[in-house]
């Protein structure tokens, strides 16, 4: 399975009888699913029909639909809502009268207004059909381009952990030669502080720094984090983003606790690389659902 983004578009278009039809379905990024529609107050009563179909393709994500009816030919196939149109006329009379500077509404005016101008009757049931397929078409092709999306993000991802998991075994081969190397530091330094130091005391002493110096179980814990990174990415079931980002912290954590025990320039060197590498991630993985 892929990935998807929490970015995506999809749209469509088509006639229905004198009324041209489009639909947008667009989303960016956010903690929760929150679907939000723009549309004529007529195809009010469908919101949780559509809502329903976009469910079907989305789990997080701030999603907006936009729905725009036009009309093909003037009035064709219409009612004009006349009792609305005229209290629409005097109450625009009255108030020229009660303001100054207000203008005449315009017959265009008018109809422009919600409600004055509506479908008839016998063309409602076939209006909401084509509403929904083509909000149905919409929303598959709003998937679409999210999965477009999560498998760029995907092969993102895969790229800095190869990255990281180089970085981490290369450090992990190097650190015996490098505990050495510190470990000859420290005799020379204490031997030459403290010239009759006993050799029991020397091996006391750096045990107890060695347990502190011991990163074993950051390089497991990493090298755990990597293997379920990539076993998500590469096969998830669900929403895979909220995951991800804990992981990110996990992975965040490790690097910093081999930072704080670095025993050499090597090592200081190595967290900083996996640190930089850990945030780009973790700036993609805000964009996966």
């Given at each position: 399975m892929s990935?998807?983004?929490?970015?995506?578009?999809?749209?469509?278009?088509?006639?229905?009888?004198?009324?041209?039809?489009?639909?947008?379905?667009?989303s960016v990024n956010h903690r929760f699913l929150d679907?939000?529609?723009?549309?004529?107050?007529?195809?009010?009563?469908?919101?949780?029909?559509?809502?329903d179909i976009i469910v079907?393709?989305?789990?997080?994500?701030?999603?907006?639909?936009?729905?725009?009816?036009?009309?093909?030919?003037?009035?064709?196939?219409?009612?004009?809502?006349?009792?609305?149109?005229?209290?629409?006329?005097?109450?625009?009379?009255?108030?020229?009268?009660?303001?100054d500077g207000l203008g005449k509404l315009t017959?265009?005016?008018?109809?422009?207004?919600?409600?004055?101008?509506?479908?008839?009757?016998n063309h409602q049931d076939e209006l909401?059909?084509?509403?929904?397929?083509?909000?149905?078409?919409?929303?598959?092709?709003?998937?679409?381009s999210r999965r477009r999306e999560g498998e760029k993000l995907q092969a993102h991802l895969a790229e800095r952990?190869?990255?990281?998991?180089?970085?981490?075994?290369?450090?992990?081969?190097?650190?015996?030669?490098?505990?050495?190397?510190?470990?000859?530091?420290?005799?020379?330094r204490l031997a030459e502080a403290v010239a009759n130091i006993g050799e029991d005391r020397l091996q006391q002493e750096f045990a107890i720094y060695m347990q502190k110096a011991d990163i074993?179980?950051?390089?497991?814990?990493?090298?755990?984090?990597?293997?379920?990174?990539?076993?998500?990415?590469?096969?998830?079931?669900?929403s895979a983003g909220k995951r991800l980002d804990f992981l990110m912290q996990e992975l965040n954590r490790e690097a910093n606790t081999l930072g704080s025990k670095a025993i050499s320039a090597e090592c200081t060197q190595a967290s900083v690389e996996l640190k930089v590498l850990i945030e780009q991630m973790r700036e993609q993985v805000q964009n996966i659902e």
């Open positions: 990935l998807y983004s929490m970015t995506g578009f999809g749209s469509a278009a088509g006639v229905c009888g004198s009324r041209h039809i489009q639909i947008d379905i667009r679907i939000q529609f723009k549309m004529p107050d007529e195809l009010r009563h469908l919101e949780s029909s559509l809502r079907q393709t989305a789990q997080r994500g701030k999603i907006e639909c936009r729905i725009q009816l036009q009309n093909t030919v003037q009035t064709a196939g219409l009612n004009v809502n006349h009792e609305l149109a005229a209290r629409l006329a005097e109450l625009n009379r009255r108030w020229r009268n009660e303001f017959v265009a005016d008018i109809l422009k207004f919600p409600g004055v101008l509506t479908a008839q009757e909401a059909d084509t509403v929904r397929t083509l909000a149905a078409e919409a929303a598959d092709g709003f998937a679409q952990l190869d990255a990281i998991q180089e970085i981490v075994e290369a450090l992990a081969e190097l650190f015996p030669h490098l505990l050495q190397a510190h470990l000859e530091k420290i005799r020379a074993d179980e950051e390089f497991s814990r990493l090298k755990t984090h990597i293997a379920e990174v990539r076993r998500i990415i590469g096969s998830h079931k669900g």
